[in-house]
């Protein structure tokens, strides 16, 4: 697999467990690697979306690997799964890896709805990431 591997990340167990198996992939397959992180519809004061900090950390990574790679910070408005999904066209990518959280046995019905609208409508596969349990 050439191409390029988009990855939703947030600053959380689950969406650094994405990003380490995204990069992972886009090692293993020589693959581009672009990195989404946008907050709660583009609202970057959200907890969801990255520190300058956490950015820095995760481009000094990238470049350490020598992966081709592009970071996006989107604050265009659009809800998470739909600034992916636009990535995800946009790069023409051939795989998306998003992360997921662990659920209640309720919770199990349904899937986060950024990891369910990514799920039934991106173009090429996705990859869903659950992180370790901590011990």
Known sequence: MTGTVVVGYIPSP??????????????????????????????????????????????????????????????????????????????NATLIVIGMRQRSPVGKLFLGSTSQQVLLDAQCAVLAVKAPRAR
């Open 14 to 91: 689950e969406g650094i467990a994405a990003f380490e198996r995204a990069k992972d992939e886009a090692v293993l397959h020589g693959s581009r690697l672009v990195v989404v992180n946008t907050g709660q519809n583009g609202d970057f004061a959200t907890p969801s979306f990255a520190t300058p900090q956490d950015i820095d950390a995760i481009r000094s990574e990238l470049e350490q690997t020598g992966l081709d790679h592009d970071v996006v910070q989107a604050t265009g408005g659009l809800a998470a799964a739909e600034e992916i999904l636009r990535v995800a066209d946009v790069e």
